[in-house]
Each structure stands twice: as C-alpha cells, then as structure tokens.
Nanobody
C-alpha cells in the first residue's frame, strides 16, 4: 500500500498557475498508474487527470484539457499536476491517487491509495 502526500496548493488569482506535487512511499512506484481528482464543497469528487505507469500516456477531463498537465518522475517517486489559466470553478481539494491497474481510468473506485488532499482556491 502506497502512502501519498500532496503539497503545493494555496490561494491563486484567476488566470494564474500552480503546481501540485504528490510524493509516494511504501511501494513500487512504477507499477502504479496515478490520477488526480478534485472535490469542491457540496459536490461529488471528480476526475481531473491520470498518467500511465511509465508516463507515456495521459488522460484529462474535458474541463481541464489544454490548461492542466500531469507528469511523473519514477526515479523521484513523484507525480505533479501543473495547473494554468486557473478559473474560480477550479477551486477544490485536489487528491492524488494510485491505482494498481494497467489502463488509464477516470473511475475513482479503481484507485487503491489516496492522499490527504491539497486545497486550491482560485479568486476572481
């Protein structure tokens, strides 16, 4: 079971950028796909992005395509979510998740390990 720790959230103005980091420990990092999910107050958790085990494949929610980028470094056991051209509706707690599967997926139920979350607040 992986332990995941997110960092890098905070308050940012609309149009700005922020990068979230997720550091993993306790497992074999390159055997997991990773995803980022977010949950706004009073709303369900939504898929944001995912990345394949070697980083060659990515998937994004339509709402973030062209603005967000997911990447990973298997030597550093780290996954990043770079968010740009932020909008107030991007305000949420962002969660890093690891899944033991092979295929990229938006289904949160297929991810086995989750971080504690990082708050991102975008002011208008």
């Amino acid at each position: 079971q992986l332990q995941l720790v997110e960092s890098g959230g905070g308050l940012v103005q609309a149009g700005g950028s922020v990068r979230l980091s997720c550091v993993a420990s306790g497992g074999t990092f390159n055997t997991y796909i990773f995803g980022w999910f977010r949950q706004a107050p009073g709303k369900e958790r939504d898929f944001v992005a995912s990345i394949s085990r070697q980083g060659g494949g990515t998937m994004y929610a339509d709402s973030v395509k062209g603005r967000f980028s997911i990447s990973r470094n298997n030597a550093e056991n780290t996954v990043w979510l770079h968010m740009s051209r932020l909008k107030p509706e991007d305000t949420a707690v962002y969660y890093c998740a690891a899944g033991p599967g092979v295929d990229l997926t938006q289904n949160g139920n297929l991810y086995s390990d989750w971080g504690q979350g990082a708050q991102v607040t975008v002011s208008s």
